[in-house]
């Protein structure tokens, strides 16, 4: 095309998406609003999904190239890789603790509706986005530290953060930095709620402490449905400051079975939680 050639004017019929080869296009609205086009960029592939008009005016500001690809067959490439990316993260969400235990129609709407967000080596993830969501790690290794106490512990692909802040509803500000070039899934409380109704938590609890039962040979038996339910039910969800006595060596007879759901413990003597540390012990901090 020559320079001033008009590509498409808004309100035209959208019948195929562009990549630019060579040049420079300009994109303007009815609002005034203007974009420039250049090499290696694409358009138009909105008005091609949503089955709209073109919604502005594309004008070539130099001699351009442009590759173009018929709406019919950007449709079924769209598709296909659509169905891969549910595919792969049906599997992803099947995969993890937190939701291995939820019903198909749960899974698939978990793998459906999460957010996926990419992020550069060194970026910082929002304080914001983190005190009302449930990240899981798909790729590369993200770091929580706290500025008071320089403690730094670092996750890795399927670790996940942010569910003290919505257990608790008490997040502190931490430094959370992807480490790497990282990939995670996002969920929302809104989402959750969507999804898995208003006892959310109480439904992804269940996954991760059926989960730890079933990695201790002796207690293996509690994690059957028979007996899950009801040994759920007489658990009791307490939160720990760092520092605080979780289970004294005065205490000689031991009534409790202490399951780990984040954070860590050291200096642990007693017979149960040293022999439930070795078989379940979660690196996760939020």
């Not at 498409?8 to 040049?23: A, L, R």
């Not at 303007?28 to 138009?44: A, D, L, P, Q, V």
């Not at 993830?125 to 983190?130: N, R, V």
């Amino acid at each position: 095309m020559n320079q001033g050639f008009f590509l498409f004017k808004e309100g035209d019929p959208g019948n195929f998406f562009y990549i630019v080869k060579e040049g420079e296009l300009e994109l303007t609205y009815n609002t005034n609003e203007k974009k420039i086009i250049r090499k290696g960029e694409s358009f138009g592939e909105l008005d091609l999904i949503q089955k709209n008009l073109r919604s502005g005016t594309i004008k070539s500001l130099t001699d351009v190239e442009v590759y173009c690809l018929e709406a019919g067959l950007f449709k079924n490439i769209v598709l296909k890789m659509n169905n891969i990316d549910l595919k792969e993260r049906i599997s992803f969400v099947r995969e993890n603790l937190i939701f291995r235990y939820l019903d198909t129609n749960q899974l698939h709407d978990i793998a459906r509706n999460m957010l996926k967000y990419e992020y550069d080596k060194n970026h910082k993830i929002s304080e914001k986005d983190i005190e009302d969501s449930l990240f899981i790690i798909k790729q590369g290794n993200i770091s929580i530290s706290n500025e008071n106490t320089k403690e730094k512990t670092i996750l890795k692909e399927k670790d996940y953060f942010g569910l003290s802040a919505l257990l608790f509803s008490d997040f502190k500000a931490k430094n959370v930095i992807s480490e790497t070039y990282s990939k995670c899934y996002q969920l929302t409380r809104g989402i959750l709620i969507d999804i898995l109704g208003e006892d959310y938590l109480n439904k992804i609890l269940q996954g991760i402490c059926k989960d730890a039962l079933t990695r201790v040979k002796m207690i293996k038996i509690l994690s059957l449905d028979e007996y899950f339910s009801k040994v759920f039910s007489l658990m009791k969800l307490r939160k720990f400051i760092k520092g605080e006595m979780v289970f004294s060596l005065d205490n000689h007879i031991n009534k409790k079975i202490i399951l780990l759901i984040e954070g860590k413990i050291k200096n642990v003597r007693n017979f149960y939680i040293n022999i439930y540390l070795k078989e379940y012990y979660w690196r996760n901090i939020s």
